[in-house]
């Protein structure tokens, strides 16, 4: 654990309370991406079914059963919830996110560290959840209102990955330069489709307009 690591979680963990604020006070999921939450659903199944087998402390266990059940809980939101569920920007979010999910499998059976079925399963889950904010980024793209919690929600994601970006860079100088290639090149990936939307959050930010993306 470190203040890198530390922020990165708490910025994650407030992009999904900004997106359930969103969701429960609102009553709305405008603007939210289906397709986008259940790839995370999916990232943080694979990931976190080492809860079964290995505990590394009670933060750790906190943290992944909070993501994992949020993740759930709001896929349930905009899926079943009689009223968000009329929300849901069906027509924009069209990006077909389950392309994503078997060229991201493969990889992990191709390119991993050990062959362990948690490990391809952690692996794959990197990998996935590098893409899986591509539904979100081309719905923002193709919605003409965006309000200002999605902004914010999808601002924070990109936060979490970029502080944690850092946290490995931390770790590679005080952990006798431990190299994690897998991790590293996902979470580069991740924090770089986020850059066309950094540079027009900050833009928006600075002339007071609100965010609109290029189509």
């Not at 790839?39 to 402390?57: G, N, P």
């Not at 059940?69 to 389950?98: G, L, P």
């Not at 078997?102 to 952690?122: G, Q």
């Not at 005080?174 to 959050?201: C, K, M, N, V």
Request: hydrophobic residues 50%.
């Amino acid at each position: 654990m470190n203040i890198f690591r530390l922020a990165g979680d708490m910025t994650h963990m407030l992009s999904i309370v900004v997106l359930l604020l969103k969701i429960r006070t609102m009553k709305s999921c405008a603007g939210i991406s289906l397709k986008t939450q259940e790839l995370y659903v999916i990232v943080f199944v694979a990931r976190y079914l080492d809860l079964f087998t290995t505990y590394i402390s009670l933060y750790n266990t906190v943290m992944k059963i909070i993501f994992l059940a949020t993740s759930v809980c709001i896929v349930w939101y905009m899926r079943y919830h009689k009223v968000v569920k009329q929300t849901y920007n069906k027509d924009q979010d069209t990006f077909r996110h389950y392309f994503l999910i078997p060229p991201c499998f493969a990889l992990a059976l191709l390119i991993h560290r050990s062959f362990t079925v948690m490990e391809i399963l952690w692996t794959f889950s990197l990998y996935l959840e590098a893409v899986a904010i591509l539904p979100q980024l081309v719905l923002l793209q193709r919605s003409s209102n965006i309000d200002n919690l999605t902004v914010n929600y999808v601002f924070l994601l990109g936060a979490y990955r970029a502080l944690y970006l850092l946290n490995w860079i931390y770790r590679f100088f005080t952990e006798h330069h431990h190299t994690r290639w897998i991790p590293w090149i996902s979470g580069l990936i991740q924090t770089a489709l986020y850059a066309d939307f950094f540079y027009y959050y900050i833009k928006s930010w600075k002339n007071h307009e609100r965010l609109k993306l290029p189509a």
